[in-house]
């Protein structure tokens, strides 16, 4: 059994919704939203903050593929799109808005099921692959900062580069704060004293 | 003739002031003169021996210049003698044409006439003595009726040009008309299209080779018949009342216009033509040139083409409905897997579900197979194992081969310069499952079991290209050569479902790979597809 999900979902045919609504459930999952149109899928999806949306693509107002960039401008979350169309140009729009999956009408539940398990799972690894990033980006920048203070304390202290870096240890132990903090301090207090 | 001329005689004695007076002095002459005659014969004939283009026209020898002697003689006798009238006149222009017609040039008759004129001066002055005043005056007569002599050998020289320029007028237009009529006749004959002249009863005239082709008669065969024969019903009926109708109310139904009729040939056989008919009238008579070009193939063409376009409109249709069709299918769907969820508990209902489960998947797959015909083809080329398509596509038919008793094997031929065959081509490895899919689907559906299908894999060199034939051979019926003509073609089925679409779609995806599918009935009368595909697209 899979995990449950607060999901959203958009078709402009009312058998679509219901079925969706009924299926979604019987899978385990919490429908949040069901929209009939775009618009209205960006609105709920912006108070509702859902885990997953299931969207049509050809909807009166605004369309299922503009819809999902627009929910994901700031916090991404995983999309499915179901049409009944899958002519080049629209594959091509929704490879560019980080659409997931991709499902052509017809389908069945089992279509469905298949689909939701792999776009979370992707997508749990898009999001730690995305974490794992960020993080090594921050260890890069913390790393530079840090060198810019041992540089500081070379200079005003008089002290070797081991030396410095064991006395911004030494004081990060003592305040009980982590090394990147120190290091900004004193970098501040160097800019203050120029 | 000799009327004009001798008034044209007198009018050059007047011109000349020939007058009583000079005949006189001629008269005066003339005793003195006859005696000489001898002696001016024979040097004006031995002057012209002495110039040969003189006497080129002289070839009978020593007898012809006896007999030109007399003449001569005859002719100064005569010229002193007068008298001269309207006999005189026409005698002297006879002599004229004979040197014309025996091709003496004029300017040498001039030059002896001349020599003549000086030869008598000496006689006269010889006779007369130099001194004597009528000397003058008799040697003034005497020139004057030489002269007039002149102007008729130069009129009868002057009509030989007139006739001549005539006659050379003549043989020039009759030249030029024969050279058009050849030409004429070289381009009815040539001409691919049939050209046919009939007269006014529809009787036919003329039937060039064109026409002999097209219609499959022999010239002779039509000419004299009426060209109702040349027709289908109800034409041949009808054409008599058109020329009738035209001969008395001049309406015209189809002169000046081409168009497009049924023609008849001699084998029975009916065929479009384009007819256009011309109207010419030669001496009261009128006829009727009609020109026929056989639009058969034209038509065909045109239909084929109507044909295509109306594909291209159904394509066309067909793609929309496909897709819509899976929005409607989709709610379908929807729809029936809530209602299985509602009548879970009840095993007949569900029975019914799950057929209208199958009919509808049918019914997608039938609105998939004319999508994707229809649809324009997007491939991907990249370097396949047809071995392993062909595998996978078996391998997708699993749910169909289900409870089948089946012997399914592969088998790599060598060839020249290759022991065993290279299996790797590029390809759309999507399509062509989908080729080999289809292919085997027929297969299994037109088999009975035990069925025994085998794969045969050969390198082949097919128009300069490496390729790989691959051959799928099995142990049903075969194909009838009906089906073997027709079955890459739209909407041809021997079975009881499906579009009709499948093997053409097979078609064009091997196409589309640059290669070529056939049907065939193997050693043993069953069914064998055999595609090449080349190893590399081009």
């Known amino acids: 059994m899979t995990e449950s ?32 149109n775009g618009r209205q899928l960006v609105e709920r999806c912006s108070c509702e903050q859902p885990e ?62 298949i689909a939701i398990g792999l776009v979370m799972r992707r997508f749990k690894e898009f999001q730690a692959l995305h974490q794992q990033a960020d993080d090594l980006r921050q260890a890069l920048e913390d790393r530079k900062q840090i060198e810019r203070a041992k540089s500081v304390l070379m200079k005003r202290a008089g002290l070797d580069e081991a030396d410095a870096f064991r006395r911004l240890q030494k004081i990060s132990n003592d305040k009980n704060q982590k090394m990147i903090e120190i290091a900004r301090m004193i970098i501040t207090a160097e800019e203050a004293m120029q | 003739m000799q009327g004009r001329l001798y008034q044209h005689y007198r009018d050059i004695q007047r011109y000349i002031g020939w007058d009583e007076s000079d005949e006189q002095n001629i008269l005066l002459l003339l005793p003195k003169l006859i005696p000489h005659t001898p002696d001016l014969i024979s040097d004006f004939y031995n002057e012209i021996g002495k110039h040969p283009n003189a006497s080129q026209s002289i070839t009978g020898g020593e007898e012809q210049i006896l007999r030109l002697k007399k003449t001569l003689e005859q002719w100064f006798r005569e010229l002193l003698r007068g008298p001269y009238n309207e006999e005189y006149v026409s005698k002297r222009w006879k002599i004229g044409n004979t040197h014309v017609e025996s091709g003496v040039d004029q300017i040498y008759l001039i030059a002896s006439v001349s020599r003549m004129r ?52 003549r043989l020039e237009s009759e030249r030029s008309l024969q050279i058009r009529e050849a030409r004429l006749a070289a381009i009815v004959n040539t001409t691919v299209d049939g050209i046919i002249t009939i007269d006014e009863m529809g009787t036919i005239e003329t039937f060039n080779p064109a026409a002999e082709r097209i219609f499959g008669y022999r010239a002779e065969e039509t000419i004299g018949q009426n060209v109702a024969m040349l027709m289908p019903d109800p034409y041949t009926q009808e054409h008599d009342a058109y020329l009738s109708s035209y001969r008395e109310t001049g309406v015209e139904k189809i002169i000046g216009k081409g168009r497009e009729v049924k023609g008849l040939t001699k084998d029975g056989r009916i065929f479009d033509m384009e007819l256009s008919v011309s109207e010419v009238t030669v001496d009261d008579r009128r006829f009727f040139t009609g020109i026929v070009r056989d639009i058969s193939e034209r038509k065909r063409t045109e239909e084929k083409l109507l044909q295509s376009e109306r594909l291209a409109a159904i394509g066309k249709a067909m793609t929309g409905l496909a897709h819509e069709s899976r929005n409607a299918l989709q709610r379908s769907q929807a729809n029936l897997e809530m209602l299985i969820r509602r009548v879970q508990h009840q095993p007949e209902a569900i029975d019914l579900t799950n057929r209208i489960q199958i009919a509808q998947d049918d019914l997608h797959r039938l609105y998939e197979e004319v999508r994707e015909y229809a649809s324009p083809i997007r491939l991907s080329f990249q370097i396949c194992d047809v071995g392993k398509l062909i595998r996978e596509a078996w391998n997708n038919l699993s749910i169909r081969r289900n409870g089948r008793v089946i012997d ?11 022991r065993i065959p290279r299996l790797k081509c590029q390809a ?11 292919v085997l689907e027929n297969t299994l559906a037109a088999c009975e079991d035990p069925v025994e299908i085998e794969i045969h894999y050969t390198s082949k060199i097919i128009r300069n290209v490496p390729s790989l034939e691959i051959r799928i051979a099995d142990n049903g019926p075969g194909f009838d050569s009906e089906v073997r003509e027709r079955i890459f073609e739209e909407f041809f089925t021997t079975k009881t479902h499906g579009t009709g679409l499948g093997m053409a779609i097979c078609k064009r995806y091997v196409e589309a790979h640059q290669g070529t599918i056939d049907a065939n009935s193997g050693e043993s009368g069953c069914a064998e597809i055999i595609m090449t595909l080349p190893e590399k697209i081009s």
Request: charged share 30%.
């Open chain 1, 52 to 113: 997953l949306v299931i969207t049509d693509i050809k909807m009166p107002e605004l369309d299922g593929i503009d819809a999902a960039g627009q929910i994901c401008k700031d916090n991404p979350i995983p999309v499915i799109l179901i049409s009944a169309y899958h002519d080049h140009e629209l594959l091509e729009r929704a490879v560019l808005e980080h659409v997931l999956a991709y499902l052509v009408k017809p389908i069945k539940q089992a279509d469905l099921e």
């Open chain 2, 408 to 418: 399914f094997q592969e088998q790599e031929h060598p060839s020249e310069g290759r």
């Open chain 1, 5 to 36: 999900l607060k999901i959203a979902v958009a078709d402009d045919e009312v058998e679509m919704r219901d079925y969706l609504r009924e299926t979604l459930s019987l899978l385990g999952h919490h429908v949040i939203c069901v929209a009939d």
């Open chain 2, 118 to 169: 000086w030869k008598l001066s000496e006689i006269v002055v010889e006779e007369f003595g130099e001194e004597n005043h009528c000397c003058s005056r008799l040697m003034d007569s005497l020139n004057k009726l030489l002269d007039l002599d002149l102007a008729i050998i130069e009129d009868s020289y002057q009509a030989e040009r007139v006739v001549r320029t005539q006659i050379a007028d």
């Open chain 2, 428 to 438: 759309d490895p999507f399509a062509m499952q989908r080729v080999f899919r289809n």
